[in-house]
């Protein structure tokens, strides 16, 4: 870790129950050395239906962006040598979602899982629909792809980790700005549900990919410049808690623990869904030490109120 390093931990905590139990047994002992050390500086209430998760909100703030309608797409674009200029762009990841007439459920995003030749193959089939609404769709990765177009300019949309196996449509985009896209997810749901793709997963066991999420859209502030030392943001925990197993979220959490000892660490940012909290060393007189020493502030404490 180098000098100075301004470290953002996700998923930290929740308010569910199953994580609320599970910190009451969590040994944290180098945490628990910070909080006699640190203090917390600064906090970010928000609520869970914000569309930006606090550790999105954290890193964006920490390099010089906007804390909502983050451009991420175009800070990918940038820190790849690309030159995304003023270009609207956003990422676009293929998805299973369960339709009933109750909800629109998002699978796991490991439902959706492509090799590289079936991601390619699935771009080249949907990429034409794009086309005709000015939407260009590049490869990135297999679960992830951009797009770059106009739709995507001071279009608000929700984190991945907001629709995790969770009913998307309290998460769409704002309707009059997203028409085209949401015109999109339905005639791809109808252009896939026949498509020898779906076929050839299902005949394989693995559910189809029925639709599409766009996330991180927007275009980078003119004359944006990363910072000499930009923040960290570690998501070591971010898979066991949406999916809800605290046993191996816990095992993960005391693994990270273990490497906050490391020397260089200058600011520390905890996240929940909802809160967080940054941490940092403050300049205190002999009495107040003492008083943090004596106090002997435990880390379930903090990090509940995530």
């Not at 040598?81 to 339709?99: E, N």
């Amino acid at each position: 870790m180098s000098e100075n390093q301004h470290l953002i931990i996700s998923y930290a905590a929740t308010d569910e129950p199953g994580c609320q139990q599970a910190l009451q047994t969590l040994a944290l002992p180098q945490l628990q050395r910070l909080l006699k050390q640190w203090s917390a500086r600064t906090t970010d209430s928000g609520a869970l239906e914000d569309f930006a998760p606090p550790h999105e909100r954290a890193l964006a703030q920490a390099l010089g962006l906007p804390r909502q309608a983050t451009p991420w797409a175009a800070l990918h674009q940038l820190q790849n040598g690309q030159a995304p200029g003023g270009d609207a762009w956003a990422f676009l990841t293929p998805c299973h979602w369960q339709i009933s007439p109750d909800q629109v459920r998002m699978s796991a995003l490991s439902a959706a899982q492509m090799s590289d030749e079936e991601s390619r193959s699935l771009l080249a089939i949907m990429a034409p629909w794009f086309t005709e609404d000015g939407i260009e769709l590049v490869y990135d990765r297999p679960d992830r792809w951009l797009a770059r177009g106009t739709v995507f300019a001071q279009l608000d949309t929700a984190a991945l980790d907001r629709i995790a196996l969770r009913d998307v449509r309290p998460w769409l985009p704002n309707k009059a700005q997203a028409a085209a896209l949401q015109r999109l997810q339905t005639e791809m749901q109808m252009l896939l549900y026949t498509h020898a793709f779906s076929d050839a997963r299902e005949a394989s066991g693995r559910a189809p990919i029925n639709s599409f999420w766009v996330h991180g859209a927007g275009a980078l502030p003119a004359g944006y410049q990363l910072p000499a030392d930009p923040p960290v943001l570690n998501t070591t925990l971010r898979d066991s808690a949406l999916e809800g197993d605290w046993d191996r979220w816990k095992q993960h959490w005391q693994q990270l623990d273990a490497t906050l000892a490391t020397a260089g660490l200058a600011k520390l940012t905890l996240c929940g869904e909802k809160n967080a909290i940054t941490l940092e060393p403050q300049a205190r007189g002999w009495l107040s030490t003492i008083k943090q020493w004596l106090g002997n502030p435990q880390p379930a404490a903090l990090l509940s109120s995530l």
